[in-house]
């Protein structure tokens, strides 16, 4: 058998990390449909997957990989599709019923120009609030945005890791820019990993309730095949998963399914802080746009601009708190995104009346150091 | 079903009145005509069939197979032991 | 900062994105800089223009996008034309020399220009295809971005089967290069 | 229902959510008593199986077995069952839809499950309209039907589903009805032991929709069905059907071919 | 030929309502996918075209209809589909097609039970982000919520006009709880309705440029088959029309695309204020849950409680200054919606730092004014 | 190029737009040249035709043609004609697209545009991959192919493209190559005259995506394209086809049925 | 205010849905009220249990929904037993008299019983599916909330071809209440 | 353009060369094997053909027809006419 785990050291790009990365975590099935700038996930997973006695399976679109994907995930399996804005948006419908029915799964969007056909090799994040409301119906998600090749890789398996943890889908929002950008990529050694696996029932087949949760809010997990026996729908379902159109059933399992989310935000966010504690500038960013962002801060700084850095690595449940505290000094924030005002809302929203600037960038290419360092020079000017 | 089997133990033809919705195929259908409509109407406001004629049932199962409620099935028939 | 910016440009088929692999690759794992690499085409399905940007330091680099490179390697004209302007002031152009007419158009004193007949030297050493590493062989000789070692280690990691003829390409790159710094 | 309650197939079904939520002589409920009497009769282990179904009238149907079980969304249940089929080899996996389901908004889905050879049974429930919704016409409702969304008769040609499956590739494909339940149940038992994508097409009754807008009632129906059906070996092309007059049945087509799954463990033979 | 505008007074429900509103409209195209509760928009609008000349079309799914639809809107006619939450899902690429092409047409979503299959004959509110936010890359929509079935009438006009004016499509979002009520609606007589028809060119087709906007950013729109033989696509494109992937042309597209609703934001805004202007607390509803709101208000004010409710008729684009303006005086705003928390981020961005109680609701029924009423004291209390 | 510049179709191109971006040796450039000399030679009012493409290197044809023109989502070129053939059945809906594009995320408004007979021509390029992605199979690759997302070789059945459309009902299907202009030209010619709907698929070359994988210059595949072909008159389901050794190519389809325009007239002369 | 609600509920089949839209439909158009009408249905796909809510009022009517009627009309055990404990205090429970145990179900002295023999009578009048117009006669005969004339001119709306018949219904159920009033 | 349009006007084949994309199809599959390879490379890295032999072609139009850039045209010579 082949090593599931490629310790050691590389340059590759964004694309290939993400497929080592699902790897190393124990992804055993991966279903997808090609689509710019993602498909290279695909190739190498393809490349890899059946030495190691993964299930790869090109899909004839991206629906079906993606309910193929919650199947192979309620038959035990760690399981992922990558794509980009199109496929997402078809994919939404059946993210919907992996979140209804709580089956752990990890979708990739390697987002692109948009809206529609856009910009399909060029780098975008347009894509932020789709993977939060994309969905009909309440649901709460989880989505981790990388800024490098490395961190395509360690984000990958903490993808997996929240996933598998919450019983929940989780994206991986990354860009063009850096699923296709070369890098330095060092994977541990086996071992050296951190995995979380699902919880499994400890009950027996006739006692177990499918959808009967703790207080933690998981409900343990049997697969297919385990002589469980259960039924699961997307419909409204009690605790047996069984169908129930009554209001106070959806009132419960819409609260848990959003609470199991919510309540863990403080310890599912990840951020980084780059001179935040005396800043009266503070620059909120993600994904790529926090490198140029990190250059900026580090420039005002020479310059004598007190100005920080909160870059965003989860950007989904949204930390309301952690962003009101770290903005706490600041007399102004800047938010750079490349859209045209996403999660720059929610920043608003966390930190009103603060005054929140918005610094959009729409094409190819991220903000340049040099224009976020001029939004931090008019702060005071 | 705590009774010692017995090759006494005679299977009859059983309905489960709860699950019947009325539907009539087994009085349509069955080839030895033992089902009859009764004048019934259930709490769930349907009619279940009669069974008329027990005795010229052959056991062939077709109405338990026929019915779409699992209302009809073929039972050891306790009483008659 | 060390920040050093090189592009790559020519026709899909000249091999310019593996030319900018195997620099940024020996910068990153046998020359202990951080490096990166990118990669554009144009509009065409395949085979049109394409052009691959390297950066190489001592520090991480966080912006990963080169506006004006420190050294432009122009494999078409079309790619001369395009970037030529875009070069930092002393920064150096090294262009495929048989596109005879480049220097005409618009040379700029505070850039340097370097013709390599890239494509003239990989036919003599039986493959029209090495061009591309006679290119970083003088890219090596004339901005010493990476060390010459680490390049040749990183032509051993890309090509396993073909090394021996791309370091050749290579090293006589780098001869044409020393001719002119 | 509650569930001491005995029955002869109590094992087998979810005996705690009888009565089922089908209308009253709805074929669903004969095509599920088939369903799990075929699993009886083969003595297969119940923990082995897992039953999926789409949105539909008949995508209820996984909800009454006691297997494994899962309703997924409209039209997806085939995907959703190529993800156990091919990771879980060990496991029979079986579809169980509508027509709407699998072959309006599904129909890519099986076009394409059926071409790539996944062992897997579908049986689909063939009531020539969308019950769930409100009997609107749909991919095989006879032409010149008014429905709901037809009211003046549907300008649509039907598919003839067997033809359909057969020329994306299915290894098995049979029609059946649901008067016809010795045949159905037989053809199911073949289908789970089959190795390969195995279609049953089971004309059903709907009783309150096609049914009441044909002004049938549900023995009227069944008694087209038993009166209206021919048993033939055909090509599957000529397997025609129109309720209203014929209605060729049969077992069409059973053949062996390399399923997608084994093809796959070839490979990763040859991989490893 | 039949008539068109059935002038009169009916008891009809919400469904029956809109079709008879698209039609009322000039809707000469209807495409849809059976979905409950919005079926019978399409059984009455099978009735009912065939004598009108409209071209009604039942779909193999909504992906398909939606795609129909925009089709048929470039060629020359009014569009429409109709669905609920899991069809709105499927739909949302292709209406990311319609926004970037600029297709005027008008989607209804009657809302349910979600996420997934959820209560598939029940009411909800929760699919109001995923209209502003469900599709890749940066959109600008317009969206519109009833409350009775007369405005399920009113308003479906409205939203094709809307859509007519911007060149783009519009939501009309409602619930089962309105779809399927019954109430009397009074239909104008032919000619009484405002309607709005596209701007057309006026250039030669050779000067003619598909996406060339004057300052209303709206450009005209010629149909297929009028000899401007123009081109269009879902690529980012230039004001011919043709591809170009340019940033520039990306930059200047978005912002156009979305700067065309944004700056019309006042125009496009409706709402209805009751005693608003002295109030302590400020409710904010919409849809079904606006009516609760009313009575709780009016029986806020029988009992001396200084309450106001601002119903939203618009949803979006969200007019933050109007909320702004509305609560000014307010102390408490109370927003109810039938989900788990949606249009109230929305509303606290909009007034922060001013405390924003939110009073969710899930499964089958709106609040009943009681719940409201207790909201409202709550905060005297 | 220079919007002046001569050329003998520069009336039916968007001259301004060329050259294209496809790669040299494409054969989606003769696709494209038969079409517009297709409409050229039958004196077709230009105004009167509208081009439809989804996604991809041949979904790009709709913005070369001097028409209106409109490039769709990846997949749904066929609903979005739809709603134009319908809704102005005085105008002539041509589809141009990709076998990935109309097969494989498309496959299922493929088949209900050919079962509800909605007049069109729809030009379907197969070239075995997906181009524009680079060169992953799809439902058309042989058995075995080795690409980028099959490195071992792919483990799928190929649809029988023409099969499948005549089995959904499709009025007139025909299998042509790029190689064959004159043949392709009059296929054209004849879908575009002909009521209901019209399939050709067209085999072309990907020089760079199927081309490469192979190890055949353009000139070697166009070789293939002569010397592997066989014109015959058959069932398209015998309508065989494997690029390495033999694809049948020839007119297998043509008959005349009501279109869904047709009978939606019909209906509604009868609903006034 | 004079908000009144009125809740009908049995079986599919019985005209459960149909009942509530002729006396909404009354109020509405043929009486100058206000009026609204919503429907539910179990979880069976048809032929289940089913109900309908009528709401009437001089006022628009705001909140749509029903808690606690003001009188229920019960055409099978099933309906009486869900819905007969939401009845207001003094309010008015009419149902099908041929289910004879149902009063003996927790008989509440806050409300008034009163059994309708609807299927009898209609079955006499020649068409069992009558039995919802001699209910809807009786809710007018027991609790006034439309004028009789208004709920003949909405059974001529709604049965364009069968009105003699639901007519005579209407008018035999008016009659049974009355004797009970 | 401008010329009265005169009976001497003759046809023959035009490279356009910006079009031109270098598959070589005309010089492979034209039955009179007019074209021939060129040296050239064009400022777009391609190589054209090169119309070797313009008399021997018979005006059939394949090229026109296999040329995948329409860079191959069959015009009104004007020069010779
Ligand atoms: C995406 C989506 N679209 C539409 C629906 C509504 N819907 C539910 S079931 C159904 C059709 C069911 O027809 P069929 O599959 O034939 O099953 P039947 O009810 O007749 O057994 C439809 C259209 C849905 N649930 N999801
Ligand atoms: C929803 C969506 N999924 C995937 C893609 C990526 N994509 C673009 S074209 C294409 C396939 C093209 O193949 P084909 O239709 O055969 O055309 P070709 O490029 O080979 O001419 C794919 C998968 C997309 N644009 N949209
Ligand atoms: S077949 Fe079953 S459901 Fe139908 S009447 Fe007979 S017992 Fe009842
Ligand atoms: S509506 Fe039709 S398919 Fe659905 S349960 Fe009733 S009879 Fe069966
Ligand atoms: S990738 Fe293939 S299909 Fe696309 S333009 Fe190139 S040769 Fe043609
Ligand atoms: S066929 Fe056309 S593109 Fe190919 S070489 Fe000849 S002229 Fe050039």
């Known amino acids: 058998m082949a090593d599931r785990v490629l310790t050691g050291t590389r340059f590759v790009h964004g694309d290939w990390a993400c497929a080592e990365g699902a790897i190393s975590a124990g992804c055993g099935y991966y279903a997808a449909y090609p689509i710019t700038p993602a498909t290279e996930i695909a190739e190498r997973i393809a490349q890899r997957f059946p030495a190691l006695g993964g299930t790869f399976i090109q899909f004839e679109d991206e629906i079906g990989a993606i309910a193929s994907v919650i199947g192979a995930s309620f038959s035990g399996l760690k399981a992922m599709t990558a794509t980009s804005g199109p496929g997402v948006s078809l994919m939404l419908e059946n993210i919907g019923l992996a979140v209804m029915t709580e089956a752990p799964c990890v979708i990739v969007n390697v987002m692109r120009g948009g809206p529609s056909t856009g910009q399909p090799t060029m780098g975008a994040q347009g894509d932020v609030m789709q993977c939060r409301w994309g969905m009909h119906g309440d649901v709460e998600t989880i989505a981790l945005a990388p800024q490098s090749v490395q961190e395509m890789y360690d984000l990958t398996v903490e993808a997996f890791n929240l996933s598998e943890a919450y019983r929940t889908p989780v994206f991986l929002l990354s860009d063009a820019n850096i699923g296709h950008l070369y890098e330095r990529l060092t994977i541990p050694r086996d071992g050296e990993l951190t995995l979380v696996e699902r919880k499994r029932p400890t009950l027996p087949p006739i006692e177990y309730l499918p959808y009967g949760a703790d207080e933690s809010l998981v409900p343990p997990m049997a697969s297919f095949g385990d002589g469980y026996r259960f039924y699961s729908t997307g419909l409204t379902h009690d605790e047996k998963g069984y169908p129930d159109m009554s209001a106070e059933t959806q009132d419960r399992l819409i609260r848990r399914l959003c609470d199991k989310i919510r309540r863990n935000t403080d310890k599912i966010t990840r951020t980084e802080a780059l001179m935040t504690d005396d800043c009266d500038v503070l620059v909120v960013a993600y994904g790529i746009t926090a490198r140029s962002a990190a250059t900026a801060v580090k420039q005002a700084r020479d310059r004598g601009l007190k100005a920080g850095l909160l870059r965003l690595v989860s950007l989904w449940p949204f930390p309301d708190k952690l962003i009101e505290k770290t903005a706490e000094d600041a007399k102004t924030l800047i938010v750079a995104e490349m859209n045209y005002g996403q999660l720059v809302r929610e920043i608003e929203r966390a930190v009103k009346p603060k005054p929140v600037r918005f610094l959009p960038k729409l094409g190819e290419n991220p903000h340049t150091p040099g224009e976020i360092l001029e939004a931090i020079r008019r702060v005071y000017a | ?81 | 900062m060390t920040r050093r910016e090189i592009r790559i440009a020519g026709f899909g088929g000249q091999g310019v994105i593996t030319a900018g692999y195997v620099l940024a690759n020996a910068a990153a794992i046998h020359d202990g800089q951080y490096a990166l690499m990118t990669q554009s085409y144009g509009p065409e399905a395949r085979g049109g223009s394409c052009k691959t940007d390297v950066i190489t330091s001592d520090e991480p680099i966080d912006y990963p996008k080169i506006s004006s490179p420190d050294c432009l390697v122009a494999m078409s004209i079309d790619a001369f034309a395009t970037f030529v302007d875009s070069v930092m002031d002393r920064g150096v152009v090294i262009y495929e020399d048989s596109l005879v007419d480049i220097p005409k158009k618009g040379v700029d004193p505070n850039k340097k220009y370097h013709g390599i007949p890239a494509v003239a030297t990989a036919n003599e050493l039986g493959n029209p295809l090495a061009a591309n590493m006679v290119m970083l062989g003088a890219v090596q000789a004339l901005t010493g971005v990476v060390r010459a070692e680490a390049l040749a280690a990183s032509i051993s990691d890309r090509f396993p089967r073909r090394k021996e003829l791309n370091l050749r390409a290579l090293r006589r790159g780098m001869e044409l290069g020393r001719l002119q710094a | 229902m509650t569930e001491e309650m005995e029955h002869r197939l109590g094992d087998y079904l979810r005996m705690d959510r009888l009565p089922h939520i089908w209308c009253a002589g709805c074929g669903l409920g004969i095509i599920l008593h088939s369903y799990v009497e075929a699993i009886q009769e083969l003595s297969m282990d119940l923990d082995k199986i897992v039953t999926v179904s789409g949105i539909g009238c008949a995508g209820r149907a996984s909800g009454y077995v006691n297997t494994d079980a899962f309703h997924t969304t409209h039209g997806r249940a085939l995907p959703f069952a190529t993800g156990i089929s091919i990771s879980r080899p060990d496991l029979k996996t079986v579809v169980i839809s509508g027509d709407g389901d699998l072959f309006a908004i599904g129909g890519n889905h099986l076009i394409h499950a059926a071409r790539r050879n996944v062992d897997m049974l579908v049986i689909c429930s063939n009531n020539f309209n969308y019950g769930m919704t409100g009997a609107q016409y749909g991919p095989t409702t006879p032409p010149n039907t008014r429905t709901p969304t037809s009211p003046y008769g549907s300008i649509e040609n039907p598919f003839n589903l067997v033809a359909l499956v057969a020329s994306s590739g299915a290894t098995m494909v049979s029609r059946w009805t649901v008067y016809h339940v010795y045949h159905l149940k037989n053809a199911i038992k073949k289908g789970l032991q089959k190795k390969g994508f195995s279609f049953i097409e089971v004309i059903s009754p709907c009783t309150t929709g096609f049914g009441r807008l044909n002004r049938l009632t549900p023995i009227e129906m069944m008694r087209q069905l038993r009166d209206n059906t021919k048993i033939k070996k055909v090509h599957p092309t000529e397997a025609t059907i129109d309720p209203h007059t014929e209605i060729i049945i049969g077992d069409f087509v059973d053949v062996r071919k390399p399923t997608y799954g084994e093809i796959l463990r070839e490979l990763e033979a040859k991989a490893r």
């Open chain 2, 1 to 81: 079903m705590t009774k010692v089997a017995s090759t006494l133990a005679k299977q009859r033809i059983k309905l489960i009145k709860q699950l019947c919705k009325g539907c009539g195929y087994c009085i349509e259908f069955c080839p030895n005509k033992v089902f009859e409509k009764s004048e019934e109407i259930t709490e769930r406001g349907v009619t279940p069939p009669r069974i008329k004629d027990p005795d010229r049932c052959t056991l062939c199962g077709l109405c338990t197979r026929l019915c779409p409620d699992f209302a009809l099935t073929i039972e050891e028939d306790e009483g008659d032991g």
